[in-house]
């Protein structure tokens, strides 16, 4: 008599049912669902605080007008550095492992909001530092 698959998953299914345990319902499943179900919204956390330390930033460093000359070349060179020094945070992430996301959206809202608050944070120390100017 040939052997059957269906006797297999058959025999498998009864052996779960026999001992009780389902390999699905696994106490270390359910401890790591609970983990990420604290986590939820962990990346909008992150980067709603660095949309909120930019703009703090950013009303520091725009209180004063800024200098007449070359100011446009100025925010030109102001943006590349802060983008930069985003750019080498993300590949510091990337190495760690720590720079991955579930759906587009978040890559955006987390990496427009990094980028965000390295050039305030480079503008505010460019403009209140007083050596550069």
Aim: net charge positive; aromatic share 18%; glycine share 4%.
């Amino acid at each position: 008599m040939p052997w059957n698959f269906f006797d297999g998953l058959e025999m498998m299914a009864d052996v779960f049912s026999a001992t009780g345990t389902h390999p699905i319902k696994d106490s270390k499943a359910r401890t790591r669902k609970k983990g990420k179900e604290k986590d939820k919204y962990f990346t909008e956390k992150v980067s709603a605080g660095f949309i909120l330390a930019s703009v703090i930033l950013f009303v520091i460093a725009f209180k004063d007008p800024l200098p007449v000359e070359n100011y446009i070349q100025t925010l030109v060179v102001i943006s590349l550095i802060g983008f930069a020094i985003s750019c080498v945070l993300f590949f510091v992430l990337n190495l760690m492992e720590l720079y991955y996301f579930k759906n587009v959206f978040k890559l955006l809202l987390f990496s427009c909001s990094v980028i965000a608050f390295f050039i305030a944070l480079v503008m505010c120390v460019y403009f209140q530092s007083g050596v550069f100017i």
